[in-house]
């Protein structure tokens, strides 16, 4: 297979970014907090990377008014995954996104 390889990096708990961080989105965030590993990751040809910004439940269980509205949703409360395409940052309520983008772009360059 000649294919190129992919990894997507999650970053985890997306709701905890305050507002103007999280609107700059993932890739944004990562060479922020993490610039040694952003560099590695814009240096490599060899992969597809992707970058995703990961909430579980949706919400922050720091803010009282989300972990009460969570407790009591007879429904669970589903989160969401934050994307970039194109330069614009999406929230999409779909927490599979980035297993998709890995299964669907596997033996494909892009």
């Known amino acids: 297979d000649t294919s190129t390889p992919q990894v997507a990096i999650l970053i985890t708990a997306w709701d905890r970014p305050d507002?103007?961080?999280a609107a700059k989105g993932p890739s944004a965030y990562l060479e922020d907090?993490?610039?040694l590993l952003f560099g590695r990751v814009k240096d490599i040809s060899k992969l597809k990377i992707r970058v995703f910004g990961m909430s579980v439940v949706g919400g922050d269980f720091v803010d009282d008014a989300f972990k009460q509205a969570f407790l009591q949703s007879v429904e669970p409360l589903a989160g969401y995954c934050v994307q970039e395409d194109g330069g614009e940052v999406q929230h999409?309520?779909?927490v599979t996104i980035p297993v998709r983008w890995l299964i669907e772009q596997a033996g494909r360059d892009e």
């Open 92 to 94: 999409v309520s779909d």
């Open 19 to 21: 507002p103007e961080t």
């Open 33 to 35: 907090e993490f610039p």
